[in-house]
């Protein structure tokens, strides 16, 4: 039986949420926190408005989760105008560094069977993939799949 990309993608998905929840755990945070943190530590000041459009969140969940991030002491809201700006408290700022690292240690312990030439190959043929996809137009059909 042939397998196909989501197969694959599933599986990497599943292994890399379960790797990273066990890494953000020992600092209070889960799994649904990581790419907020990423986001807010890449774009200092930016508003909520801001991080929900870029990574496509509900507001409610967006709203829900900046709340609980700032209860918990990962972050500050400071009102600038009609909005809040965003910026990470050194607990986030923590949090940011660990979990920036993640991304490398989880490639380096699942790509460690293949050769650095396979991993670049693999990365390369994965970055064109998701061109593609970005850059084919919605209303033409995909036979990628």
């Known amino acids: 039986m042939q397998q196909t990309l989501a197969y694959y993608a599933t599986v990497f998905h599943r292994s890399f949420a379960a790797y990273t929840s066990a890494r953000l755990q020992a600092l209070g945070l889960n799994f ?3 790419f907020l943190i990423l ?4 774009h200092p000041r930016c508003t909520q408005a801001e991080l929900t ?3 496509n ?3 409610g969940h967006s709203q829900r989760s900046i709340t609980r991030l700032e209860q918990e002491g990962f972050l500050r809201r400071e009102k600038a105008g009609r909005a809040y700006r ?12 660990v979990s920036h690292q993640v991304f490398h240690d989880w490639d380096a312990e699942v ?3 293949l050769s650095e ?3 670049a190959q693999l990365l390369a043929l994965l970055a064109k993939a ?4 970005v850059d084919t137009p919605c209303t033409k059909p995909s036979t990628a799949l």
């Open 32 to 34: 649904g926190a990581l």
């Open 39 to 42: 986001y807010i530590g890449k």
């Open 53 to 55: 459009s870029a990574l």
């Open 57 to 59: 969140l509900d507001w």
């Open 86 to 97: 965003l910026e990470l408290s050194l607990r986030g700022q923590e949090a940011f560094a």
């Open 111 to 113: 790509l460690s069977a």
């Open 117 to 119: 030439a396979e991993q």
């Open 130 to 133: 998701t061109r593609k996809e």
